[in-house]
Each structure stands twice: as C-alpha cells, then as structure tokens.
C-alpha cells in the first residue's frame, strides 16, 4: 500500500527529487559520496555568527582519539549549556559536520554551545566502537566544560536517527557506569530496536529515503551479527534495555511515516511508565530525514521548533 497519499503536500517533491539513499554492501560507497557532497554544501553556506572549533577527546577503553567540532555563537557568555550532538547515517556515514546549518541554528536559537562528535562507522568499526566515541566525548566535554567556558551541569544530548540511537545508548551507559550526569536527552526519529528489521504491521511506514532493506544491512553492520537474536546486546540496540529508571528527561521527537515511529512511540511509552519526564512529537505526513530536506517547510520548521523549545526549557 503506497504512502503517498499520506505525504505532507509540501514535501511531495522531495521526494521525486531524492536522491536513492538505499544502501547494500555495493551502494555504501555511493551513499557516502552522496552525503560527503550534502555536507560540503552545507559548509560552503555557514553561518558566520557562529564559530566552529575543532577538538580532541582522549579515547574510551584504549579506543582512539575522538575528533569533536564545537560550534558556539559569537558573544556566548561563560557557563553556557551545551548540546552534544551526535549526527546520524545508519551507523553507516557522516561526520561531525553532517548537519551543519542545524547545528549552527540550534546553538543560535537554543542560545547554547554544540559539540559535534565524529563516532568511528560501522561495518569497519562494529559495536561498541561508535558508543565508546560517544562516552568519550561526553568524558572530555564534562572535564574540559570550565575551559571551554561551558557549564558541566548542563549538558543535554541530542541525536537523530542511528544517533539518536547512540544517544540513548549513551544515556543508559553514563548511568549505568555513574559517567557524567546528562541533564536531558533529544531523540531525533531515533533508531533503537535491531527487533524490528522484519517486514512489521505498519503499512505506511518505510516506504521513503530509509527502507527496511537498508535498515537491515545497517543493523548487520553496527552489530556484526544477525539483528534479532537474544544475543545482541542491550546498549547496541536502547529499545532492548529492561531498566530505563533514572535516564534523564526526554524528547522525542518522529515521524508519521518513518521506519522507526512503533520502536519510538514504544520506547517513549516506556521511559513514561519507568518515571522519566517524557515529551512526544510526531510529524504529521512526514517521513525519515525530512527536516534536512525540507528545512522551510511548514511541517519542518514546526518539528525543529518543538525540540528547540524542549532544549530551551532543560537549560532554563
């Protein structure tokens, strides 16, 4: 059953003019080209009122050193929050500067710094490798934060997609190893349950940009196994920890026709039920990806506004 009726008008000829984003052990190289350009375009139009600065966390666990950008707008006073920004790619591609322009209106608009990570990708680099990049900038972000004229206490993740991911990963590895304290987490049609590569009951959903053939091979290339069996670990796949008590107030924020609104819905639900302040937002007619498409669509600019403001309110 074809989706398109459903489409939010204004985001119909998106769609006809995307490029393929499937991806299959042939297509990688292509689709990390393709997303490598959109990322240069995105620099080649920087805003100016923020500066980007390029840093360097020590590893986790013997890992590597962990390339971080941090954006913060001219005139930010000391002791500011920050947003630790984990882009998304299906594990797959990206790099700090994948998103950019969002990163730079959100530190505008929020009034708050943004540290970028570049997470090692998978299939070279399989689970934990990404997640511990993660924890390791989240380390050096709370240690360094007085230096870098941040506030330690306030310090929020945020993610979108395959890093939404890992930002509920995260969540769930600070706490759990008593890590620095997150004082909220923004989940950006995240991915969270390898459970769900199968054909699903929704018959709407991943029909557009992320289909459930590419989130598969995304899965077998973050997990180094098959996805679904009872041996994949819980901070692979968030949507699989049992105990979500004591993670930090949430946002998540979806999409109608996305791949991962069920997972989504479903891990909110359940954040709700273990006691964590949870929001919801769920873009109607909107499908995966659809605020980097379509950023002055009416439907985008009210999806980024509900987490700005979400944002706004941690730091208060």
């Keep these: 059953?074809?989706?398109?009726?459903?489409?939010?008008?204004?985001?119909?000829?998106?769609?006809?003019?995307?490029?393929?984003?499937?991806?299959?052990?042939?297509?990688?190289?292509?689709?990390?080209?393709?997303?490598?350009?959109?990322?240069q375009m995105g620099l080649e139009v920087a805003d100016p009122r923020v500066t980007a600065t390029e840093c360097f966390a020590p590893g986790h666990n013997g890992?590597?050193?962990?390339?971080?950008?941090?954006?913060?707008?001219q005139g930010l006073a000391a002791g500011a929050p920050v947003v630790l920004q984990i882009h998304g790619g299906g594990f797959l591609f990206?790099?700090?500067?994948?998103?950019?322009?969002?990163?730079?209106?959100?530190?505008?608009a929020v009034g708050c710094a943004v540290a970028?990570?570049?997470?090692?990708?998978?299939?070279?680099?399989e689970f934990p490798g990404g997640l511990d990049d993660c924890y390791a900038a989240l380390v050096w972000l709370h240690a360094n934060a007085a230096e870098l004229g941040l506030d330690p206490a306030r310090i929020a993740i945020r993610g979108e997609s395959a890093g939404g991911g890992l930002a509920a990963g995260l969540a769930v590895m600070a706490r759990?190893?008593?890590?620095?304290?997150i004082c909220f987490q923004l989940l950006v049609y995240p991915m969270l349950d390898d459970r769900t590569v199968g054909a699903g009951d929704n018959?709407?959903?991943?029909?557009?940009?992320?289909?459930?053939?590419?989130?598969?091979?995304?899965?077998?290339?973050?997990?180094?196994?098959?996805?679904?069996?009872?041996?994949?670990?819980?901070?692979?796949?968030?949507?699989?920890?049992?105990?979500?008590?004591?993670?930090?107030?949430?946002?998540?924020?979806?999409?109608?026709?996305?791949?991962?609104?069920d997972e989504d819905?479903?891990?909110?639900?359940?954040?709700?039920?273990?006691?964590?302040?949870?929001?919801?937002?769920?873009?109607?007619?909107?499908?995966?990806?659809?605020?980097?498409?379509?950023?002055?669509?009416?439907?985008?600019?009210?999806?980024?506004?509900?987490?700005?403001e979400a944002l706004r309110r941690a730091f208060a």
């Design 203 to 261: 018959p709407f959903t991943g029909q557009f940009i992320w289909d459930r053939a590419s989130n598969l091979f995304a899965w077998q290339s973050w997990l180094g196994m098959q996805p679904g069996s009872d041996s994949v670990p819980p901070l692979a796949a968030p949507g699989r920890t049992t105990d979500l008590a004591g993670l930090p107030p949430t946002c998540i924020a979806t999409a109608a026709l996305d791949l991962f609104i």
């Design 116 to 125: 970028s990570v570049e997470y090692r990708l998978a299939p070279e680099t």
């Design 94 to 108: 990206g790099t700090a500067e994948l998103g950019d322009p969002r990163n730079r209106a959100m530190a505008l």
């Design 1 to 39: 059953m074809s989706s398109l009726h459903l489409v939010d008008p204004e985001l119909r000829p998106i769609l006809e003019a995307a490029p393929d984003m499937g991806v299959s052990p042939e297509k990688l190289p292509g689709a990390r080209a393709v997303i490598a350009a959109m990322t």
């Design 176 to 181: 759990d190893l008593g890590g620095p304290a």
């Design 63 to 73: 890992g590597p050193d962990v390339r971080v950008v941090l954006y913060k707008p």
């Design 265 to 308: 819905l479903e891990y909110a639900r359940r954040l709700i039920r273990s006691g964590v302040p949870t929001e919801v937002h769920v873009a109607p007619g909107a499908f995966h990806g659809f605020d980097a498409m379509a950023p002055e669509a009416a439907v985008t600019r009210r999806f980024i506004a509900c987490g700005d």
